[in-house]
């Protein structure tokens, strides 16, 4: 049986037209934008997840395939797969996935496929290991290679309780102009205020606050008290 073929008529057979155009727009695929030439049949989230649980088991090499499609949601599903290989494998299996993810980031190219997959695989690699690939990442050309290694940092923050590598990444992104990345630099920076205390997150921004983007910083703080925020949006916070 050719499951790999099966995967991609079912995809095709619960294509939405109408929801493919607006995850068009929402996912910016048109001229000049980051999602530039991406195709969306449409697919909803929980929907391609009861695709990767029918199809879990498809080979390393047939996920490989499947990662370098055309198709949106067919990528998702690729590396949705690999998170599960990830999660239910051996260390060599982890491994394995870890480094085909990183092979291929030219195919991890949007924010929903980073942030469903990077902490779950790349962060949840590296929670014991050196994670100095998290620089090289962080200073690529690439934008969802810099994205990757700032959202990898979730694993840390949620699991080792540790801020350190969030604060290290934020710092070589801190004047970055895109806008994904000042969202992902913010939203980081908000979870080490939320799940190990706003203090140590004060400590980071009072010492770069005034260098950040307005969206990174905005995100940043967006669990602070309002008079709080106020004073930091207003350059009023000192260090």
């Known amino acids: 049986m050719d499951y790999l073929s099966d995967l991609h008529h079912e995809v095709r057979s619960i294509a939405n037209p109408g ?28 929907q391609s997840r009861k695709i990767v649980f029918k199809y879990k088991n498809l080979s390393i090499n047939e996920v490989k395939i499947l990662l370098s499609s055309k198709i949106h949601e067919e990528r998702l599903i690729a590396l949705l797969i690999l998170v599960h290989n990830f999660e239910k494998g051996s260390d060599k299996e982890k491994e394995a996935a870890y480094k085909i993810y990183l092979q291929n980031t030219q195919y991890i190219n949007n924010w929903d496929l980073v942030d469903l997959t990077a902490p779950k695989i790349v962060g949840e690699w590296l929670i014991n290991k050196n994670r100095s690939i998290l620089t090289k990442l962080a200073r690529s050309k690439n934008l969802w290679e810099r994205r990757i290694a700032m959202i990898a940092t979730h694993q840390f923050i949620c699991k080792n309780k540790t801020e350190k590598d969030t604060f290290e990444i934020a710092e070589i992104l801190i004047d970055d102009k895109h806008d994904l990345i000042q969202k992902a630099v913010g939203w980081m920076l908000r979870e080490v205020g939320k799940r190990i205390g706003q203090g140590v997150e004060e400590e980071f921004l009072k010492k770069h606050y005034k260098k950040m983007g307005r969206t990174s910083l905005r995100y940043a703080i967006e669990r602070f008290p309002e008079k709080i925020r106020k004073q930091y949006l207003l350059s009023k916070i000192q260090a």
């Open 19 to 46: 929801k493919a155009k607006i995850l068009s727009g929402f996912f910016k695929t048109g001229k000049g934008e980051y999602g530039e030439g991406d195709i969306f049949l449409g697919l909803t989230v929980p």
